[in-house]
């Protein structure tokens, strides 16, 4: 049980960091193109490829990944560069409802009610703004409190984690 938590936090982090790795960079790309007033030449039909790919070359970021800059070229040669907005509230949707999700990972010392449960999702939506699956588990272990993990986040609200704090601190 405790592994299977450790890999789901790793797991989960990889997953929002390339997710971050795509979504960031598209979403600066887009902003360039539309400030350099570049995408209805890119979905003109009767404008040849090499003039689009010199276009997106000037109007990127030289930083822009070689995989973000392939995307946008395809886009641009289907003349469908209009669509990259829509393409990257897709990627962020699947983040949040399909693939794997925001998981908030909820363990109490004893089974919380119904009411606790219901008090810690709405408390930990409104933190993090987003559609997120909660799972509960029960660790005596931790002597009282709780403890929430939300991909690489941790909100340590447990006896055992202040106890530990608190011991640091008498170091």
Not at 41 to 53: I, P, R, T, W, Y
Not at 78 to 97: G, R, T, Y
Request: no cysteine.
């Amino acid at each position: 049980m405790a592994n299977e938590r450790v890999t789901q936090t790793y797991a989960q982090a990889i997953f929002e960091q390339a997710l971050a790795g795509w979504v960031t960079p598209l979403k600066a790309s887009a902003a360039a193109l539309a400030q350099a007033g570049s995408i209805e030449k890119l979905d003109n039909a009767s404008v040849a490829f090499s003039e689009k790919q010199a276009l997106i070359l000037r109007a990127l970021p030289a930083n822009t990944k070689t995989e973000i800059q392939n995307l946008i070229s395809l886009l641009a040669s289907k003349n469908e560069i209009h669509l990259l907005p829509q393409i990257i509230a897709q990627v962020e949707q699947f983040s949040q409802h399909n693939i794997g999700g925001r998981i908030a990972q909820v363990t109490s010392a004893i089974a919380l009610t119904s009411a606790e449960q219901s008090e810690i999702e709405t408390k930990m939506r409104a933190q993090f703004d987003q559609v997120i699956r909660f799972e509960y588990a029960v660790d005596a272990a931790i002597l009282g409190g709780v403890i929430v993990r939300v991909g690489d986040k941790v909100i340590d609200g447990s006896v055992a984690g202040k106890l530990a704090e608190l011991k640091e601190k008498l170091k």
